[in-house]
């Protein structure tokens, strides 16, 4: 017997579906608020969750993310009164089971339950897959999702699309994939499809004989014979030629090639992932790239996050970079200030991951020897950014004017000396365990203390090292 809660402010709607259901022995619960629903799939270790789009505290779109990450993990299938092309695809992009409308029938709702039941099961018996992540850092469900599609496509050897934009770490996904493959062992052969050049492309894709065209000295291998029991991976296959793209096709189909000025074909048993950061599907409208190479392409399709859209990751990427680049530039430990975890959640991140590293180790250079990274030491491009947000969010504030008098008491200056030092010690105490969300490890980390240390300075501040919790 499965539990299936009902995330709808319709009762009418929740009632049917909840006999429906019953009907099936299956356990059924609702919801009428999306806040409500969301307490309740916390709480209830739930196997299926049948969404509403349109609630009346909030999007069920936007509430995906935090139904995944609950501890069950349920499957989410999106029910709505409105036919929705494009909430159709936002939902299957976030990893919904399936969107229906409102009213199915018991036969619809019936085989829904039943594939999406039988998938789980099997999904939960098969257990999770042990991955090499190799650099791949993070654990918001966007990117455990991703995960998720590169444990799935390691176990075959179906054709793989990674999509992303510049910097989302599409060749880390790829070599992912390979290394969690039973091809580990043999070559991933990396195709630059950006950078080939356009007289040279079959030569170095395929391979040539000496004496093939002028200049062809020796003969050569092509890279998609160096693949040969292994993963050929074609970066930026957006800029494939179209001619190439006709000849590789073929090649994909039936793995077999013919290098140039070669009497007879050769065979490769090469396993494909490619990756762009363009919109493919409107290159195909515009007749800029293949429909049938499209489809060989994508047979599992991964689109990568960009980070402005998983800011929970920032600090674990931001821990990561930070060793390395100090011991790459010959540079003590140093710690990050709360303020400068702030921007780096609050910056938008146009070139993503390899954007965020290149603005540390530009952090790292800028600090010299101060041992702690704080706003002022980023790039000039992020601090730019930084302060007309900063300025138009001021802007939308009332004025308070009885903030203060002249008339406040005058103390010693040691008094008032020793009173600055030990808020500011409070409040950066408190910011430090708030971005951190109390992770001591963490926190010692990111402050440049020891842990005992700051143990020491949190009971001198009387600030606990747990998280509250909201319930009490």
Known sequence: MARILIIDDDIEVCNVLTMAIERMDHEASYALTLKSGLAENLNGQYDVVFLDV???????????????QSPSSPEVIIITG????????????????????????????????????RYREEKLAGGQRLLNREEIIG?????????????????????????????????????AIHKNSNRRQNNFVIVDCATLPEN??????????????????????????????????????????????KAFLRVLQEHRFRPVGAQTEQTSHFRLVAATNRNLDQMVAQGLFREDLHYRLSSILINL???????????????????????????????????????????????????????????????????????????????VQLARNSFAQNAQKPDNKNAGTEADEISTFRDYKEAVVTAAEKKYLKRLLKVTRHDIKTASQMANLSRARLYALLKKHNLSDRKENPSR
């Open 54 to 68: 349109n609630l009346p505290d909030g999007n069920g779109l936007d509430a995906l993310p935090r139904i995944k």
């Open 82 to 117: 409105k036919g929705d092309p494009d909430g159709a695809e936002l939902a299957v992009k976030c990893g919904v089971w399936d969107y229906l409308q409102k009213s199915p029938s018991l036969k619809e709702l019936n085989l829904q339950l039943r594939r999406v039941l």
């Open 139 to 175: 654990s918001s469900p966007l990117i455990t999702q991703c995960l998720e599609l590169v444990s799935r496509a390691a176990a075959t050897d179906i054709n793989v699309l990674i999509h992303g934009e510049t910097g989302t770490g599409k060749e880390l996904f790829a070599h």
């Open 200 to 245: 040279l492309v079959e030569s170095i894709l395929f391979g040539h004989q000496k004496g093939a065209y002028t200049g062809a000295d020796r003969t050569s291998q092509g890279l998609i014979a160096q693949a040969d029991g292994g993963t050929l991976f074609l970066d930026e296959v957006g800029e494939l030629p179209l001619p190439t793209q």
């Open 305 to 383: 996050p960009p980070i402005r859209n998983r800011p929970d990751d920032i600090i674990e990427l931001a821990m990561h970079c930070l060793p390395r680049y100090c011991e790459r530039n010959g540079i003590g430990t140093k710690g990050f200030s709360p303020e400068f975890i702030e921007a780096l959640r609050s910056y938008t991140w146009p070139g993503n991951v390899r954007e965020l590293g290149n603005c540390i180790e530009s952090a790292l250079s800028e600090a010299g020897n101060e041992p702690t990274l704080i706003p002022r030491h980023l790039p000039t491009r992020v601090r």
